[in-house]
């Protein structure tokens, strides 16, 4: 089981390291079909992937991490594909409660769960109450998540506020739209991290990567490892974040001339 690791082995905590880690877990299908399987046989060993990840991340101290395991559009894939997904999702709910309890994480679903068969959404509901008073890695799971979605269902809570008079539309500022956001419990994600090849954001977390590090790796979903989160984690501390500000060094040393 990748969760048999001992936290005496954690890294003191470099705050140079991101505190949230966001990935688009692209490239299963791609990893099946090079070897002549179906999907799913994909899909579930980039569960095993997850598993490394999140592991990655206890070890290294990062904070949190959200992964973006089912967007709104992939409802149009085929049914025996969805439905494979879909018993994956329970399966791993079921079955790794265990060890998110045993390693102190928090879990999340954020998404609209209302698409989800009764049973499945139980399952996520008890596995969120369960770890609510964890205060380790918190993981977040984006299942039919999309971040117009998100950035939708924000502005209707905003109007629903208004209309009830707890909220003036000049008292609309920035951190009041992020407040009503399903990630409104949650730090600014530092790092995207993609796989797969693409180089695209895919309708996630839209709203929340304003100011994230973008790393793109060729590698598929299941073959990645603490290696390849490693190698991103350094290009992420390579990199100066002016955050929008800050001055262009290039620009200052022209002007000493």
């Known amino acids: 089981m990748i969760y048999q690791f001992s936290l005496k082995d954690?890294?003191?905590?470099?705050k140079e390291y991101?505190?949230?880690?966001?990935?688009?877990?692209?490239?299963n299908?791609?990893?099946?079909?090079?070897?002549?399987?179906?999907?799913?046989?994909?899909?579930?060993?980039?569960?095993?992937?997850?598993k490394k990840a999140v592991k990655f991340s206890i070890v290294n101290n990062i904070k949190i991490l959200t992964l973006y395991t089912f967007s709104s559009e992939n409802w149009t894939r085929s049914k025996f594909e969805v439905n494979g997904l879909m018993k994956l999702f329970f399966f791993a709910l079921e079955t790794e409660i265990f060890n998110l309890k045993k390693y102190n994480i928090k879990l999340n679903i954020i998404g609209d769960k209302t698409c989800f068969e009764t049973t499945l959404q139980n399952k996520i509901n008890e596995a969120e109450i369960e770890t609510m008073h964890h205060n380790g890695l918190i993981?977040?799971?984006?299942?039919?998540?999309?971040?117009?979605?998100?950035?939708?269902?924000?502005?209707?809570?905003?109007?629903?506020?208004?209309?009830?008079?707890?909220?003036?539309i000049n008292e609309i500022k920035e951190d009041t739209f992020s407040q009503c956001l399903s990630t409104s419990h949650l730090l600014p994600v530092d790092l995207v991290i993609r796989t797969g090849g693409e180089k695209r954001i895919s309708n996630f977390l839209l709203w929340q990567i304003a100011y994230?590090?973008?790393?793109?790796?060729d590698v598929l979903w299941p073959d990645f490892n603490q290696h390849i989160f490693q190698h991103a984690i350094d290009f992420f501390?390579?990199?100066?974040r002016r955050f929008?500000?800050?001055?262009?060094?290039?620009?200052e040393n022209f002007f000493k001339k």
């Open 10 to 14: 954690t890294n003191q905590y470099k």
């Open 18 to 27: 991101p505190h949230h880690v966001a990935i688009i877990m692209d490239g």
């Open 29 to 50: 299908r791609r990893w099946a079909y090079k070897k002549r399987k179906m999907s799913i046989f994909g899909h579930q060993e980039g569960f095993q992937a997850v």
């Open 139 to 168: 993981l977040n799971i984006a299942a039919n998540y999309g971040g117009r979605w998100d950035i939708i269902q924000s502005v209707k809570k905003i109007i629903s506020k208004v209309q009830r008079g707890d909220l003036k």
């Open 212 to 217: 994230a590090e973008l790393y793109f790796t």
């Open 237 to 240: 501390i390579s990199r100066e």
């Open 244 to 251: 929008g500000g800050g001055t262009d060094i290039h620009q």
